[in-house]
Every structure is written in C-alpha cells, then in structure tokens.
T-cell receptor, first 112, second 112 residues
Framework: EAQVTQNPRYLITVTGKKLTVTCSQN?????MSWYRQDPGLGLRQIYYSMNVEVTDKGDVPEGYKVSRKEKRNFPLILESPSPNQTSLYFC???????????FGSGTRLTVV | DQQVKQNSPSLSVQEGRISILNCDYT??????FLWYKKYPAEGPTFLISISSIKDKNEDGRFTVFLNKSAKHLSLHIVPSQPGDSAVYFCAASSTGGFKTIFGAGTRLFVKA
C-alpha cells in the first residue's frame, strides 16, 4: 500500500530534550515536506526537500532541522523543543508539481 | 500575512444540496491550486486540483472553479453527502517552486 508513515503518533516531551520524528514513504517520491497544523492557521510548511541531500526552509523553519540522506526518509529534528512547538505535525510526499501531496497520519507533539 | 485565505471557518449544508467552499489568494505567482480533505485523526487527502490555464476542473461530485482576475477559487460539491463532513483546505503553489501554501481550512457539516 502506497503510504507515508510517521512515528510516533503521539509524543509528550519536556522543554530542551532533543527529539526526532521519523517519516518514510514507499512511493519513490522525490518531493517531501513537513507541515505543522495549528488552530486558525491551517498547515504551515516547515521544511521541504526536492531530492536526496537537497532541502530548503519553508515558512516556519525556526527551531527545526531536517535531513534527506535517503530518498524514502525525511526525519524532523527538534534540537531543543519549546512549548511553542506543541502542534500537530504532518509529513508529506509528492511526485512533483502536478501531483498533490500524500500525507502521513500526523504526529501530535506536546512540549511541557 | 496569509497568502491563501479561507474566510469561512465553517459551513453547514443539508444532505443533497450544494456545498460551496471559497478560497482567496494574494500571490499572482501561484499557478496551481489544490483542495484537500481532512478527517479527524487522519492526514489531509488530496481531492482535486486546477492549473491556472483552466477555469474549471471536474471530478465526479467535485468541481473547482478558478477566477484568476479575482484571485479566487471555489470548490463545489454536488450533491453533498454526510460522508463529506470534514475540514477542507485550499492550497496554492507556483510551477517549479516547491512551497505549497495552505489556507486555514473550512469545516463542512453535511446534515442528514
């Protein structure tokens, strides 16, 4: 089944404790992206990647890092999480401009 | 400043009637527009898209209309069904670009 898999689905952590949210896709998509969803703000792009070793900032990159060492994986790293990063996070992948994104099921992160 | 705006947070429609969801954008560089549907506890799913060279695209019960001069697009669902109850996100991107900007979403309630 074609899918984007994120882990974990739920995570509660403390301020400053480094964490990684994993994302993997099995569709051989070149494009991958991370979004966060907050009430009233919709989905805001954090980082995106056009291919292996090619990444760029989205609209809200502060406090986040990503890497794309393999085509299928695009982990999101929070080096020092803060409470304002409490949000619902989605990873997505796409073939390219003409196709819509396939999204993962989301990761609900709470930073206390 | 939000480049993609969905000004109606919610919409309630009777089953069998037409649902019209609206979206406005400000960036004239956008040339590709998409609609996504999101159920609770799931990631958004791609619904329908339209290129700026068209003014209408139809897929079954779903039709998207684009008015470039007004920088406005709309999604029509006819006839509406209770299973259509979800949050609908409008999104926009530019060809060759990799940033996809989402609106805040409109929650559609279809009453049986």
């Amino acid at each position: 089944e074609a899918q984007v898999t994120q882990n974990p689905r739920y995570l509660i952590t403390v301020t400053g404790k480094k964490l990684t949210v994993t994302c993997s896709q099995n569709m051989n998509h070149e494009y991958m992206s991370w979004y966060r969803q907050d009430p009233g703000l919709g989905l805001r792009q954090i980082y995106y990647s056009m291919n292996v070793e090619v990444t760029d900032k989205g609209d809200v990159p502060e406090g986040y890092k990503v890497s794309r060492k393999e085509k299928r994986n695009f982990p999101l790293i929070l080096e020092s999480p803060s409470p304002n990063q409490t949000s619902l996070y989605f990873c997505a992948s796409s073939l390219g401009d003409s196709g819509g994104y396939t999204f993962g099921s989301g990761t609900r992160l709470t930073v206390v | 400043d939000q480049q993609v705006k969905q000004n109606s947070p919610s919409l309630s429609v009777q089953e069998g009637r037409i649902s019209i969801l609206n979206c406005d954008y400000t960036n004239s560089m956008f040339d590709y527009f998409l609609w996504y549907k999101k159920y609770p506890a799931e990631g958004p799913t791609f619904l329908i898209s339209i290129s700026s060279i068209k003014d209408k695209n139809e897929d079954g019960r779903f039709t998207v209309f684009l008015n470039k001069s007004a920088k406005h697009l709309s999604l029509h669902i006819v006839p509406s069904q209770p299973g259509d109850s979800a949050v609908y996100f409008c999104a926009a991107s530019s060809t060759g670009g990799f940033k996809t900007i989402f609106g805040a979403g409109t929650r559609l309630f279809v009453k049986a």
